[in-house]
């Protein structure tokens, strides 16, 4: 069983930062791929970034390439998401997830409660 708690939404204006943090409960977070998902009001659960297990293989969606970067520290059971020149669009329920390294939202078992990100033009 994996618990995952996210932070670090908020209100960002157009090309701001923010950087979002997941901590996870338990001794298996270091065998869990982890994945960000992002839901806007209206729409579908979007793909936004995965990690594997130990850190070295990585992929984002392709709205967020180039400008979120996803990491991990094992030793802190954290997963982040460095979020860089913000859009409006980039306006959702943030939410992350650990299971199997995949662009598929049913490929995770587990999933956070979310954090709001609102980035405002």
């Known amino acids: 069983q994996v618990q995952l708690v996210e932070s670090g939404g908020g209100l960002v204006q157009a090309g701001g930062s923010l950087r979002l943090s997941c901590v996870a409960s338990?001794?298996?977070?270091?065998?869990?791929?982890m994945g960000w998902f992002r839901q806007a009001p209206g729409k579908e659960r979007e793909f936004v970034a995965a990690?594997?297990?130990?850190?070295?293989?990585?992929h984002y969606g392709e709205s967020v390439k180039g400008r979120f970067t996803i990491s991990r520290d094992n030793a802190k059971n954290t997963v982040y998401l460095q979020m860089n020149t913000l859009k409006p669009e980039d306006t959702a329920v943030y939410y992350c997830?650990?299971?199997?390294?995949?662009?598929?939202?049913?490929?995770?078992?587990?999933w956070g409660q979310g954090t709001q990100v609102t980035v405002s033009s």
């Open positions: 338990g001794r298996t977070f270091s065998s869990n791929d």
């Open positions: 997830a650990a299971g199997f390294f995949s662009v598929a939202a049913s490929a995770y078992d587990y």
């Open positions: 990690i594997s297990l130990n850190g070295k293989t990585t």
